[in-house]
């Protein structure tokens, strides 16, 4: 499939429906923030239940939308990717993580070892300066 063949098949769908769903949903979440601030006298029980309450109706209302079911759409498909992975056995991991220990304590040590010789070559023999 050439490129220009797959570009050409994706549709973008901004219905106004979905501009309407996206919109009450944006609505609802600051509804609810301000519910959540006006309601500070009724108590943290209260005050939590309408935020919570706010968002999972926005959430809801997202999830009706178009970019709320491809937003699901990609999660399944990222999820179905996750489990094709083949993930290392514990042997190989532990090995993995002792050379990567290992590598960065060579490179500590080397990097180290550069910073004092270029101190004792520009500090003592070329400037003179002793500490």
């Given amino acids: 499939m050439t490129k220009n063949m797959a570009t050409s098949q994706i549709q973008t769908v901004n219905t106004g429906a979905d501009k309407a769903k996206l919109g ?20 943290s029980l209260i005050q939590w239940a309408a935020l919570l309450v706010g968002l999972g109706v926005a959430v809801a209302l997202f999830f009706t939308a178009e970019s709320g079911r491809q937003l699901a759409a990609f999660g399944r498909d990222a999820w179905r990717e996750v489990k094709k992975v083949v993930w290392p056995a514990r042997k190989e991991a532990i090995q993995m993580t002792a050379y990567v220990f290992g590598f960065v304590l060579i490179m ?24």
Avoid: R
Wanted: no cysteine; net charge neutral; hydrophobic share 60%.
């Fill in 108 to 131: 500590a040590l080397f990097l180290w070892l550069t910073d004092k010789t270029l101190e004792w070559l520009f500090y003592d023999l070329i400037l003179g300066w002793k500490k």
């Fill in 24 to 43: 009450a949903a944006s609505a609802v979440v600051v509804a609810s923030l301000v519910a959540f601030y006006m309601l500070d006298k009724q108590g």
